[in-house]
């Protein structure tokens, strides 16, 4: 022992404690004591002493020796406890080691106490040394990427390391599970004989398996396997070490796979390959070689490349591939005559590429082909270029410096033609510019374009390299331009039946809106003679209008452009097109507008007219000018916002704000300022109808208005219209007039127009129908692949954008559901190839416009109708 032990006596006999502390002593023990003979003294001394050692007797006044042991295990858990009594009977002396009590003295054996303490402070350093080495080993097994399990004989395990987790999940639930649970049954018994192999010789072994996981996944594994044996020298568990080699598998496979495809695009590329030493000399040469040069690899190797080169080539050649040895990673093109081993000369070219310093390769890399048959056909096209004696189209030929050398009889016929002596004279003005131009870069001039007596030639000049002139060819365009100028006609033609087309179509889809809002505010109760007489001459009016459109649709047949999404932002920019001039140049106006906003349920004339009214009054508002700002933006309403204002209700709501900078007003206006003929202007300057009919659009859309406004400090109007969701009171009035039953199946719905989709669906669902949305055919077979089961009905435009048309679109959904039922709709008319694709109007047709009642009664006969 050594160093100065802190030992705390726990005793209430003082007697007692004075006979401890004379026994340490006399035992030469360096120590310092700390009496305590209560409990309360007993924990200021665990807590404020410290101490190395307790030595604590058994029978005590207000708790026993066991306590006091408990207690020092909560506060001091690592401090040695030694039972010193004279009370204490071998049972109980037995109970307190099996808590936790390091030794027991008699105190009539007092004499052992020395014996005692160093024996428990022997244990705690030995405990405390196999605690960090414990540690040491949970920290080494626990941060290890190796596999570490052991296993008992049969091959179950006792232990896995935290590093499993990440293939065969918790360790903790893989103990006493057998180590072959996981290993692909292809492999099973070769590692069970592996295992028992090594349990019986007791020398570990090294095996790879698979491990088959419960994902159907496959992971390599890698093992060595070892012995523990037990203090009897016999083999008591295997040690497994394994390790994950999937990656490395699958990269020595990739490499493998890429060994095999190098070796299959040398063997059989066209081109032949070969390496080169620094000194030219060939260390390689691949398959092709022969088919090229007539030598095959081991006649080429070790040879001086340059040796077959033809002399005439082989400075140039020498230079290059000199000169590349310098640069690493560069490449230069070689051309030039290489001897056959039939003794001809063959022309080659290719390139070089200096990779000497590349791991694997350390060559020059040659990649040549045999071009001798190319450079026969080219000196025999120069040939025969030079000759066109009986090109029925003029040929000249001029010398680098402008004098004309040939002409065939064809020019000279030209000249004539053209009244003019020379065939010289019928060339394009700048002739000495084109030519020095052609022979300088070597690039062909052409489209150069001459009018005479009324016909026009293009000619074509190509400069010959070889002999220093340039070759000029001439064609006769007169007929083709004229062609051209009947096609630019044609197709001017074709421009504007597009564009009628387009309107037409457009049209159709504003009207089919107009006529289906104008039928359902018709279906209104409480609508008034004259608003009724209104809504039908607006009907009657796009009657017309579609008759116009259907006579643009047979002058045209053409496919149409797609028409813009319709929703609150759109309108706001509609309307602001006009207001510039309503304002006048006194009031600026600013737009302020949300992104992805959703849509709203409403008219859109409305719509414009409650913004326009917005506008004007707050115009009038600002007589010296001021500043006017229309915004669009989302809000989320909850219950308590309810309840302060009577009006709202919870839910999420598209708003349009109003606010100007103009003279504002007091809460007696703010009363009164949505009654009907109320107003503040001056006789003869206001109806007092233009807020009341704002009040009124916003109440048929189901939706409020707030307004703020402070007298010298302007007002902010803003509109709550539900997003996204239709007029509840407005369809059930239609239900009310309408005779056509509805019903509750799922109608697909594709339509790329925004606003015509949107009325489309208020009207199904008003009549029960599920309805799922697509805005072209491509997102529509997106929602079939995952609504196929329930869509009952297909209702499609025929022209939709991104290539899938509503033909195509409902060929692919009956070829997988032929009980699948189909409307078609389109804003061209049925006579325009509607009979030939089997369609019949109000069954599987609906003629774009088209009224609500009108759609609803088709769905239902399409629905209804056996197939």
Same mark, same amino acid.
């Given at each position: 022992?050594?160093?100065?032990?802190?030992?705390?006596?726990?005793?209430?006999?003082?007697?007692?404690?004075?006979?401890?502390?004379?026994?340490?002593?006399?035992?030469?023990?360096?120590?310092?004591?700390?009496?305590?003979?209560?409990?309360?003294?007993?924990?200021?001394?665990?807590?404020? =002493?410290?101490?190395?050692?307790?030595?604590?007797?058994?029978?005590?006044?207000?708790?026993?020796?066991?306590?006091?042991?408990?207690?020092?295990?909560?506060?001091?858990?690592?401090?040695?406890?030694?039972?010193?009594?004279?009370?204490?009977?071998?049972?109980?002396?037995?109970?307190?080691?099996?808590?936790?009590?390091?030794? %027991? *003295?008699?105190?009539?054996?007092?004499?052992?106490?020395?014996?005692?303490?160093?024996?428990?402070?022997?244990?705690?350093?030995?405990? &405390?040394?196999?605690?960090?080495?414990?540690?040491?080993?949970?920290?080494?097994?626990?941060?290890?990427?190796?596999?570490? $399990?052991?296993?008992?004989?049969?091959?179950?395990?006792?232990?896995?390391?935290?590093?499993?987790?990440?293939?065969?999940?918790?360790?903790?639930?893989?103990?006493?599970?057998?180590?072959?649970?996981?290993?692909?049954?292809?492999?099973?018994?070769?590692?069970?004989?592996?295992?028992?192999?090594?349990?019986?010789?007791?020398?570990?072994?090294?095996?790879?398996?698979?491990?088959?996981? #419960?994902?159907?996944?496959?992971? #390599?594994?890698?093992?060595?396997?070892?012995?523990?044996?037990?203090?009897?020298?016999?083999?008591?568990?295997?040690?497994? *070490?394994?390790?994950?080699?999937?990656?490395?598998?699958?990269?020595?496979?990739?490499?493998?796979?890429?060994?095999?495809? =190098?070796?299959?695009?040398?063997? #059989?590329?066209?081109?032949?390959?070969?390496?080169?030493?620094?000194?030219?000399?060939?260390?390689?040469?691949?398959?092709?070689?022969?088919?090229?040069?007539?030598?095959?690899?081991?006649?080429?190797?070790?040879?001086?490349?340059?040796?077959?080169?033809?002399?005439?080539?082989?400075?140039?050649? @020498?230079?290059?591939?000199?000169?590349?040895?310098?640069?690493?990673?560069?490449?230069?093109?070689?051309?030039?005559?290489?001897?056959?081993?039939?003794?001809?000369?063959?022309?080659?070219?290719?390139?070089?590429?200096?990779?000497?310093?590349?791991?694997?390769?350390?060559?020059?890399?040659?990649? %040549?082909?045999?071009?001798?048959?190319?450079?026969?056909?080219?000196?025999?096209?120069?040939?025969?270029?030079?000759?066109?004696?009986?090109?029925? #189209?003029?040929?000249?030929?001029?010398?680098?410096?402008?004098?004309?050398?040939?002409? +065939?009889?064809?020019?000279?016929?030209?000249?004539?033609?053209?009244?003019?002596?020379?065939?010289?004279?019928?060339?394009?003005?700048?002739?000495?510019?084109?030519?020095?131009?052609?022979?300088?870069?070597?690039?062909?001039?052409?489209?150069?374009?001459?009018?005479?007596?009324?016909?026009?030639?293009?000619?074509?000049?190509?400069?010959?390299?070889? &002999?220093?002139?340039?070759?000029?060819?001439?064609?006769?365009?007169?007929?083709?331009?004229?062609?051209? $100028?009947?096609?630019?006609?044609?197709?001017?033609?074709? &421009?504007?039946?597009?564009?009628?087309?387009?309107?037409?179509?457009?049209?159709?889809?504003?009207?089919?809106?107009?006529?289906?809002?104008?039928?359902?505010?018709?279906?209104?109760?409480?609508?008034?003679?004259?608003?009724?007489?209104?809504? !039908?001459?607006?009907?009657?009016?796009?009657?017309?209008?579609?008759?116009?459109?259907?006579?643009?649709?047979?002058?045209?047949?053409?496919?149409?452009?797609?028409?813009?999404?319709?929703?609150?932002?759109?309108?706001?920019?509609?309307?602001?097109?006009?207001?510039?001039?309503?304002?006048?140049?006194?009031?600026?106006?600013?737009?302020?507008?949300?992104?992805?906003?959703?849509?709203?349920?409403?008219?859109?004339?409305?719509?414009?007219?409650?913004?326009?009214?917005?506008? *004007?009054?707050?115009?009038?508002?600002?007589?010296?000018?001021?500043?006017?700002?229309?915004?669009?933006?989302?809000?989320?309403?909850?219950?308590?916002?309810?309840?302060?204002?009577?009006?709202?209700?919870?839910?999420?709501?598209?708003?349009?704000?109003?606010?100007?900078?103009?003279?504002?007003?007091?809460?007696?206006?703010?009363?009164?300022?949505?009654?009907?003929? =109320?107003?503040?202007?001056?006789?003869?300057?206001?109806?007092?109808?233009?807020?009341?009919?704002?009040?009124?659009?916003?109440?048929?859309?189901?939706?409020?208005?707030?307004?703020? &406004?402070?007298?010298?400090?302007?007002?902010?109007?803003?509109?709550?219209?539900?997003?996204?969701?239709?007029?509840?009171?407005?369809?059930?009035?239609?239900?009310?007039?309408?005779?056509?039953?509805?019903?509750?199946?799922?109608?697909?719905?594709?339509?790329?127009?925004?606003?015509?989709?949107?009325?489309?669906?208020?009207?199904?669902?008003?009549?029960?129908?599920?309805?799922?949305? $697509?805005?072209?055919?491509?997102?529509?077979?997106?929602?079939?692949?995952?609504?196929?089961?329930?869509?009952?009905?297909?209702?499609?435009?025929?022209?939709?954008? +991104?290539?899938?048309?509503?033909?195509?679109?409902?060929?692919? @959904?009956?070829?997988?559901?032929?009980?699948?039922?189909?409307?078609?709709?389109?804003?061209?008319?049925?006579?325009?190839?509607?009979?030939?694709?089997?369609?019949?109007?109000?069954?599987?047709?609906?003629? !774009?416009?088209?009224?609500?009642?009108?759609?609803?009664?088709?769905?239902?006969?399409?629905?209804?109708?056996?197939?």
């Amino acid at each position: 022992m050594t160093g100065n032990l802190r030992i705390l006596i726990l005793e209430d006999r003082t007697l007692d404690a004075q006979l401890v502390e004379r026994e340490l002593r006399r035992s030469k023990i360096d120590f310092t004591a700390r009496y305590a003979g209560s409990k309360e003294d007993y924990l200021k001394g665990l807590d404020e =002493f410290a101490p190395d050692v307790i030595l604590s007797d058994y029978s005590l006044p207000d708790f026993d020796g066991m306590q006091a042991l408990r207690l020092a295990q909560e506060h001091a858990a690592q401090v040695p406890f030694i039972i010193v009594t004279g009370t204490i009977n071998e049972e109980t002396a037995v109970e307190c080691m099996k808590a936790g009590a390091v030794d %027991y *003295v008699l105190k009539e054996h007092i004499g052992r106490i020395a014996a005692a303490i160093q024996f428990a402070l022997e244990k705690k350093h030995a405990e &405390s040394k196999l605690r960090e080495s414990e540690e040491l080993l949970r920290l080494i097994t626990d941060n290890v990427t190796d596999l570490i $399990a052991i296993l008992d004989l049969q091959g179950k395990r006792l232990y896995n390391s935290a590093s499993y987790r990440e293939i065969l999940g918790d360790p903790r639930f893989l103990q006493g599970t057998s180590s072959f649970k996981e290993i692909h049954p292809d492999d099973v018994a070769q590692i069970k004989r592996v295992f028992e192999e090594t349990v019986s010789t007791g020398t570990g072994k090294r095996g790879e398996y698979r491990f088959l996981l #419960n994902d159907g996944s496959v992971r #390599n594994i890698e093992s060595q396997g070892s012995v523990i044996r037990d203090q009897k020298g016999n083999v008591d568990k295997v040690l497994v *070490v394994s390790r994950d080699v999937t990656e490395r598998k699958r990269a020595e496979e990739e490499l493998r796979r890429s060994e095999e495809r =190098f070796r299959a695009l040398i063997e #059989n590329s066209s081109d032949a390959i070969v390496l080169l030493n620094p000194s030219s000399v060939v260390l390689y040469a691949g398959p092709s070689t022969e088919r090229v040069i007539g030598y095959g690899n081991e006649e080429f190797v070790g040879r001086r490349f340059f040796e077959l080169i033809h002399p005439e080539d082989t400075q140039r050649a @020498m230079s290059l591939l000199n000169g590349l040895t310098q640069k690493t990673g560069h490449t230069v093109r070689i051309e030039c005559r290489v001897r056959h081993k039939d003794g001809s000369w063959r022309w080659t070219e290719g390139t070089a590429k200096n990779l000497l310093d590349a791991p694997g390769v350390q060559a020059l890399v040659v990649n %040549y082909r045999d071009i001798t048959e190319r450079k026969t056909a080219e000196a025999e096209i120069q040939k025969l270029a030079a000759f066109p004696l009986y090109n029925p #189209n003029p040929i000249l030929e001029l010398s680098a410096d402008g004098t004309l050398t040939y002409f +065939n009889d064809a020019a000279q016929q030209a000249a004539r033609l053209f009244g003019k002596k020379l065939p010289r004279e019928i060339l394009p003005p700048g002739v000495k510019d084109i030519i020095e131009t052609c022979l300088g870069t070597g690039k062909s001039a052409t489209g150069r374009e001459v009018t005479m007596e009324g016909r026009t030639l293009s000619w074509s000049f190509f400069p010959i390299l070889v &002999s220093q002139v340039v070759q000029c060819y001439a064609f006769d365009i007169t007929e083709r331009l004229t062609l051209e $100028a009947q096609l630019r006609q044609s197709q001017k033609m074709e &421009s504007v039946g597009q564009l009628a087309a387009g309107v037409a179509h457009d049209f159709n889809n504003i009207l089919t809106i107009i006529q289906g809002h104008a039928e359902l505010l018709l279906t209104e109760a409480k609508a008034s003679p004259h608003r009724v007489e209104a809504l !039908k001459q607006i009907s009657h009016a796009a009657t017309r209008a579609a008759n116009l459109t259907r006579q643009l649709l047979t002058f045209s047949r053409r496919q149409v452009m797609q028409p813009k999404i319709l929703d609150l932002n759109e309108v706001v920019g509609n309307v602001t097109k006009m207001l510039n001039r309503l304002l006048g140049e006194s009031i600026t106006l600013q737009c302020n507008y949300a992104s992805n906003l959703p849509p709203v349920l409403a008219d859109p004339g409305m719509m414009e007219q409650l913004i326009m009214n917005l506008a *004007v009054n707050a115009r009038d508002a600002m007589p010296k000018g001021g500043q006017l700002i229309i915004s669009t933006f989302t809000t989320e309403i909850d219950e308590g916002y309810v309840l302060d204002h009577a009006e709202a209700r919870a839910g999420d709501f598209v708003c349009l704000g109003v606010s100007d900078t103009g003279t504002g007003m007091d809460n007696a206006t703010l009363g009164r300022i949505f009654e009907p003929f =109320f107003t503040t202007k001056e006789v003869g300057k206001g109806t007092g109808l233009g807020l009341a009919t704002v009040y009124g659009i916003v109440k048929l859309h189901n939706g409020w208005i707030e307004v703020e &406004s402070r007298v010298g400090m302007g007002s902010t109007f803003t509109v709550f219209l539900p997003a996204g969701k239709a007029d509840a009171a407005a369809t059930a009035s239609v239900a009310d007039k309408s005779s056509v039953r509805g019903g509750n199946e799922t109608i697909l719905v594709v339509e790329d127009e925004t606003a015509l989709r949107g009325l489309i669906r208020g009207v199904l669902q008003h009549y029960g129908y599920h309805v799922l949305e $697509a805005t072209a055919g491509n997102e529509a077979l997106k929602v079939w692949e995952q609504h196929a089961a329930q869509i009952d009905l297909l209702l499609t435009d025929m022209v939709l954008p +991104n290539g899938v048309d509503g033909n195509d679109l409902a060929g692919e @959904m009956q070829r997988q559901k032929p009980v699948l039922k189909v409307v078609f709709t389109s804003g061209y008319s049925l006579e325009l190839g509607g009979e030939e694709a089997g369609l019949e109007d109000g069954l599987n047709f609906l003629q !774009k416009p088209f009224q609500p009642l009108t759609l609803a009664r088709t769905v239902r006969r399409c629905l209804d109708h056996a197939v």
